[in-house]
Antibody, heavy 120, light 109 residues
Framework: QVQLVQSGAEVKKPGASVKVSCKAS????????MHWVRQAPGQGLEWMGW????????NYAQNFQGRVTMTRDTSISTAYMELSRLKSDDTAFYYC?????????????WGQGTLVTVSS | SYVLTQPPSVSAAPGQTARITCGGN??????VHWYQQKPGQAPAVVVY???DRPSGIPARFSGSNSGNTATLTISRVEAGDEADYYC????????????FGGGTKLAVL
């Protein structure tokens, strides 16, 4: 059973950057895509993008292009999501989730989420 | 970009049936996934590819998809089903290929 374990909560000032990690257990890290989804407090889910852990290729949602960078370290089965030029409305839970680029494959499993608070 | 519309809230008494809809233009031609999110937890898939259930999800959860509406049906509702539910599709035409509905809060009366 694959599990995704994310890094702990972060507090950042406006204009700073944050880097969230997502470590996958098991030996299937390069067999799936890793997606990142965020959820502002009390709000819905917003897809941010994916990384192909095998190739390092990425696809970012237009809303985040220019501010988000997704990377991976296959030696430790860990994916990273870095968001720069933080604003107060970037305050949210950030989730990683294993998935695909195939429509029929859902996001499963999800990490436990990382709360990023942006405040001066 | 593609838009998925869900009712903000749905309620059902224990033992009754709850139906949560997800509307989208010709959504019947797409593959719909449903996620359950309980307070303080990450989302988890309960139905995928319109009507399939992951292992461990009870048969009380079922899905259908036709025309402009997909539906998640929860039969014999239990108190533990109270949660937010989100639908999701993949849309190749937009800049947000993975799209979520706004979510529906299921209240168990």
């Amino acid at each position: 059973q694959v599990q995704l374990v994310q890094s702990g909560a972060e507090v950042k000032k406006p204009g700073a950057s944050v880097k969230v990690s997502c470590k996958a257990s098991g030996n299937t890290f390069t067999g799936f895509y890793m997606h990142w989804v965020r959820q502002a407090p009390g709000q819905g889910l917003e897809w941010m993008g994916w990384i192909n852990p095998n190739s390092g290729g990425t696809n970012y949602a237009q809303n985040f292009q220019g501010r988000v960078t997704m990377t991976r370290d296959t030696s430790i089965s860990t994916a990273y999501m870095e968001l720069s030029r933080l604003k107060s409305d970037d305050t949210a839970f950030y989730y990683c989730a294993r998935g695909s680029t195939v429509a029929r494959v859902p996001f499963d499993p999800w990490g436990q989420g990382t709360l990023v608070t942006v405040s001066s | 970009s593609y838009v998925l519309t869900q009712p903000p809230s749905v309620s059902a008494a224990p033992g009754q049936t709850a139906r949560i809809t997800c509307g989208g233009n010709n959504i019947g031609s797409k593959s719909v996934h449903w996620y359950q999110q309980k307070p303080g937890q990450a989302p988890a898939v309960v139905v995928y590819d319109d009507s399939d259930r992951p292992s461990g999800i009870p048969a009380r959860f079922s899905g259908s998809n036709s025309g402009n509406t997909a539906t998640l049906t929860i039969s014999r509702v239990e108190a533990g089903d109270e949660a937010d539910y989100y639908c999701q599709v993949w849309d190749s035409s937009g800049d947000h290929p993975w799209v979520f509905g706004g979510g529906t809060k299921l209240a168990v009366l």
